[in-house]
């Protein structure tokens, strides 16, 4: 079946552009998570949704980044006024809830210039 | 805050050699334990998983981990090593409670054939 989706696969930026990046998560899975994983490092949280809520932002590493849910299926992670630190891999994974293992997306690659 | 340490940054082996990567965490409650697997340009994949009951679990291709609760370690360990087990194995943690999972920082393994 199919697995997390996550759009665009690169995207490169100048400095101070704004960027939006898209994950569709598996059908029916209420849980989605964002990740941003630095060259050589594991993954670190960024936000959590339970359908459209959000109930953690707090990985979110300034007012510069900002995502949401609307309908409780696709998410977008948005990154205002983009900085060469916010170069990374941005993982998207969604599970069906409660302790259920996340299932990853393939990430969107952003590099900053 | 929850924390999970990786010794092994890079390991290199032969083919038919045996495999333990080591993980420990640091959380004083309760928590989930995973392995994921990341293979050359693919996403990452659940290995397996540990949640409560037997300490030693077996997961996919061969591969098994054992939670010691009182080292707060759970190390992956594979008898005998494939070429095509090269990749990077991330352990993970998280509390039932809580979605979020905290990552090592990942170790590559690399098999020659």
């Known amino acids: 079946g199919a697995g997390v989706s996550q759009s665009p696969r690169y995207k490169v930026a100048k400095r101070g552009q704004d960027v939006a990046l898209r994950c569709d998560p598996i059908?029916?899975?209420?849980?989605l998570f964002w990740y941003q994983q630095a060259l050589g490092q594991g993954p670190e949280f960024l936000t959590y949704?339970?359908?459209?809520?959000?109930?953690?932002k707090s990985g979110l590493p300034s007012d510069r980044f900002f995502a949401e849910r609307p309908e409780g299926s696709v998410s977008t992670l948005k990154i205002q006024r983009t900085q060469q630190e916010d170069s990374a891999v941005y993982l998207c994974?969604?599970?069906?809830?409660?302790?259920?293992?996340?299932?990853f997306g393939d990430g969107t690659r952003l590099s900053i210039l | 805050a929850q924390s999970v340490s990786q010794h092994n940054h890079h390991v290199i082996l032969s083919e038919a050699a045996s495999l333990e990567l080591g993980c420990n965490y640091s959380?004083?409650?309760?928590?989930?334990l995973f392995w994921y697997v990341q293979y050359p340009g693919q996403h990452l994949q659940l290995l397996l998983k540990y949640f409560s009951g037997d300490p030693l679990v077996k997961g996919i291709k061969g591969f098994e981990a054992e939670f010691i609760k009182s080292k707060f370690s759970f190390n992956l360990r594979k008898p005998s090593v494939q070429w095509s087990d090269t990749a990077e194995y991330f352990c993970a943690v998280n509390a039932p409670t809580l979605g979020r999972l905290y990552f090592g920082r990942g170790t590559q393994l690399t098999v020659w054939p």
């Open positions: 959380y004083g409650g309760t928590v989930n």
């Open positions: 994974a969604s599970s069906l809830g409660g302790n259920q293992p996340q299932h």
């Open positions: 949704f339970q359908n459209e809520a959000q109930l953690d």
């Open positions: 059908s029916g899975h209420v849980s």
